[in-house]
């Protein structure tokens, strides 16, 4: 028997000889469907049709071979466990890959004729083979002490979460990005009705298939609307969120008609900035719904701590709904900050990038945040097995996908990740004697230059924005606006206008001169407020003042509302004109400028209905020619602002791509930072997690003070803690000697740690590996009296020697030794020469 076998049936012969009293005994037989050309019959059950101890002696010994039967007792198929695991394997690196497909695939390679219900079969036993697993991870896990709920999102990325001592302290400890997907929808099953969808007809199915990935819907529901009422971003609490006229999506979808057709109509994911999946929601009858992000949130705040960076595609919007929930100031204590994708950030309006764009954020680095969309662009295949399964199906198909993916792709491509991100950064960094001579042409003296011209900027298209919106009135304009309102209702409330017998009519007629009773009273308290006798006339001196003000504020308005829109449209053509600039990018860019084109049309028809107004009357603007400019001196309007853009330095354009390029540099040497910390981690968690699961694997095998039974018992759960060590195990050599070769290739530029540190005690605890925290080497600043330790130290020589094993010794110097070995064969590659040299 294969020792994969060994493994994966350690469950099943449990499940065997403790609920084979369920099962009664039938005589048949069955075919066993393998990966290879053999078919071969088997018969299943007792002679007698009963339920005997041989019975159950004959399952377990079945279950020895390595089969899992379609049904307990009389099955019509029996399939083995690595063509199972084969199926598992290649469903997760092609989910397109289905059940139906596959079992067409045995039927061929055994030359037999494909049965209609097959599949069905095929995923039964597929459940029961999943099923086993998860039992047998629980049994490890709760050997290895992490089992308790939250340890795989806390210790999933040992990039961000295995911290040491001695580390400096980043702006953010933490960076994660989430974004909602609708692709993994799942149709309701429901009965027929006249009407139209009937009730659901659906099983119930309390199983639950998540593994620690998904948060409850109980948790999601907390954050519910009846919470979320008074927190959505209106024109009151939402006034300094410059994207809030753009990003709707969310009050459409609290206020939107839930679809019917589906149950679940997506995901909400939420990744690390290396790719791990921390958190998964599925979004119920509804989109991007905020009690989603709430929910997400909590539970990061809850497990993580302080100073996290949060990416979403509209993180400026739910900056604010954050801020006005419940969560804002737990939040706000924990120095929580929302951020936006580099991709997405490129079609907001230039306001929120000058406050939110990834290029201007200090701590950042080069993380781009936009994770989500590429996982989502590999997950989207899941569509067609999740679009009309259970339930339970949808979850296990998702879950079992997405651990596949952080275990043998994620974790796999670690290494590369950063070492790619350090190599772009040096890259990057190569360009500074550049861009320090191009700063001495624009009599720059240092980048503190450029943070200041950010801040100008901002401030001056947020005050721009506050005055597009601002009304400026005076009792005179609104008097003759009152005048002006009164004249029409009187004309609409005329009794010449009633027919009789026409009820709209009538209604329109009653409306009409409740409006003008209104009006009228409005205009009798101005009067009163400016001490007017008799009411102005059309000819009237101050009339005429007070219209031609009127005009003016008017004109005023509509300019600085153009010249944001045009000023902003600018500035944002520069990414997509820039050189480097990505197809992918320049059409996201090009599509949220025409959308926002429409906003420059209404803007343009507003400027020239106010132009013409006003006096003396200005020259009306073409829009074909508004949005061709290319450059603000090509914006004639400008000389009429009181605002004064074209005069400003950052505005110009050389200026400006200097500064892009200098906060480019920034980031870049902030993302040095940010590794030479990651790596560290990742290097000491390589050793640690070999040195710890070696010791454990060690002890289960020793069979010193053990009963027969217990003996077996432990090798069988020995051989799953290897198969768990290997899991992401067999990934660390080549690792190592990426990071390696990424130390021979740039030198004394590579400033990172090779070399595994000390973890901190709690992260150490929290990570399951507390006992090798114990019998680490001293720390710095741990020494004390050397005299006072050298002698306790001899007094307890003999008694510590005595008290380790020799196994868990012997254990832990191979590991340590393989972890050295690697290191040594890094070197010697280096040197063109072998370990054995």
């Known amino acids: 028997m294969s020792t ?49 101890l041989e019975d159950i002696i004959e399952l377990t010994e079945r279950a020895r071979l390595g089969l899992i039967p379609s049904a307990p007792w009389t099955p019509s198929f029996v399939f083995t466990i690595d063509t199972l695991k084969l199926y598992r394997v290649s469903h997760a690196r092609c989910p397109q890959f289905s059940i139906y497909a596959f079992t067409k695939t045995l039927a061929d390679l055994h030359g037999v004729p494909p049965r209609s219900n097959m599949h069905q079969h095929f995923s039964i036993a597929f459940d029961l083979y999943l099923d086993l697993r998860r039992r047998t991870e629980a049994q490890v896990l709760h050997h290895l002490g992490r089992d308790t709920p939250a340890w795989r999102m806390k210790n999933c990325c040992p990039a961000c979460t295995y911290k040491l001592e001695g580390e400096d302290q980043l702006i953010f400890s933490m960076l994660v990005t989430m974004d909602g997907n609708d692709s993994l929808k799942r149709v309701l099953r429901r009965g027929p009705d006249d009407d139209g969808p009937g009730e659901s007809n659906e099983r119930y199915d309390d199983r639950d298939a998540s593994d620690g990935y998904y948060l409850s819907r109980e948790e999601v529901d907390a954050w519910a609307r009846r919470r979320l009422a008074n927190v959505l ?32 109509t997506g995901i909400f994911l939420c990744l690390c900035r290396h790719g791990f999946a921390l958190v998964l929601v599925d979004m119920l009858k509804s989109g991007e719904l905020s009690k989603y992000y709430l929910a997400v949130v909590e539970h990061l705040l809850k497990h993580f701590g302080v100073d996290l960076g949060v990416g979403y595609d509209i993180g400026c919007h739910f900056c604010t709904t954050l801020n006005n929930s419940e969560l804002g100031p737990e939040a706000r204590e924990a120095h929580l900050r929302c951020l936006v994708g580099a991709f997405h950030g490129h079609a907001h309006n230039r306001l929120c990038q000058v406050c939110f764009l990834a290029l201007y954020v200090e701590g950042l680095g080069i993380e781009d945040l936009e994770g989500c969309e590429r996982r989502f662009s590999r997950s989207n295949a899941l569509a067609g097995s999740c679009r009309r399964a259970s339930r339970f199906h949808r979850q296990q198909e998702i879950t079992a996908y997405f651990k596949h993916m952080d275990d043998f792709d994620v974790y796999a491509n670690l290494a590369t990740f950063l070492c790619s991100n350090y190599e772009q950064c040096l890259k990057i960094l190569d360009d500074e004697p550049i861009v320090r001579r191009l700063m001495c042409e624009q009599d720059v003296l240092d980048g503190s230059e450029f943070v200041q011209a950010l801040a100008d900027e901002r401030e001056y298209l947020t005050e721009l924005y506050k005055s597009s919106k601002k009304t400026v009135e005076t009792p005179e304009t609104r008097y003759v606006a009152c005048l002006a309102t009164l004249d029409t209702d009187s004309a609409q409330s005329d009794d010449t206008a009633f027919t009789p017998g026409k009820s709209k009519a009538e209604i329109a007629l009653r409306h009409a001169t409740e409006k003008k009773e209104r009006t009228a009273v409005a205009v009798a308290e101005i009067e009163r407020e400016l001490s007017i006798v008799t009411r102005w006339s059309r000819d009237n001196p101050r009339y005429i003042a007070a219209k031609k003000l009127a005009h003016l ?60 107004a ?33 005069g400003q330095y950052w505005a110009r354009p050389a200026y400006r791509a200097i500064m892009n390029r200098w906060f480019r540099l920034e980031r870049a040497r902030e993302e040095i930072t940010r590794l030479d910390i990651e790596i560290p981690r990742f290097v000491t968690w390589m050793r640690d997690e070999g ?53 021979q290739k740039w030198g004394l530029r590579f400033t990172a740690s090779l070399t595994p540190g000390v973890p901190l005690l709690h992260v150490a605890m929290d990570a399951g590996m507390e006992m090798d925290v114990d019998e680490r080497a001293p720390r710095a600043g741990e020494q004390g009296d050397l005299s006072m330790q050298e002698d306790e130290g001899k007094a307890s ?33 280096e040197r063109g020469e072998s370990i054995a040299d």
């Open 614 to 646: 006003v006096t003396p009357r200005r020259e009306s603007v073409d829009i074909e020619k508004v949005l061709e400019y290319a450059f603000l001196a090509d914006f004639d309007l400008l000389r009429h602002s009181h605002h004064g853009v074209e």
């Open 797 to 829: 020589e003999d008694e510590d020697n005595s008290d380790i094993e020799g196994d868990d010794a012997h254990d832990e110097r191979v590991a340590e030794m393989l972890f050295k070995l690697t290191g040594l064969g890094i070197d010697a590659e």
């Open 4 to 52: 994969t076998n060994r493994q994966n049936l350690f469950a099943l012969q449990q499940l065997a000889a403790n609920d084979a009293d369920e099962f009664p005994g039938v005589h048949t037989e069955a075919s066993i469907l393998d990966g290879t050309a053999e078919a071969q019959t088997i018969h299943a059950g007792g002679e007698h049709g009963g339920e005997t």
């Open 233 to 264: 971003p209106t024109d009151d609490n939402g006034e300094d969120n410059p994207c809030k006229e753009r990003w709707k999506n969310m009050v459409n979808d609290v206020t939107s008609k839930m679809w019917g057709i589906f149950d679940e």
């Open 691 to 743: 040195v710890f699961l070696h010791k454990h694997e060690g002890a289960l095998r020793r069979t010193e003070g053990k009963t027969e039974e217990e003996v077996e018992r432990d090798y069988e759960l020995a051989l799953h803690v290897e198969e768990y060590q290997m899991r992401r195990g067999r990934f660390d050599q080549s690792h190592m000697m990426r990071l390696g070769a990424l130390k």
């Open 553 to 612: 504020l008017e004109y005023q308005r509509a300019l600085d509302r153009l010249e944001l829109l045009v000023v902003e449209r600018l500035f944002e053509l520069t990414k997509m004109n820039q050189s480097g600039t990505g197809y992918k990018m320049r059409k996201h860019i090009a599509k949220s400028l025409q959308a926002r084109s429409k906003a420059v049309q209404s803007a343009v028809a507003r400027y020239n209905a106010a132009a013409a």
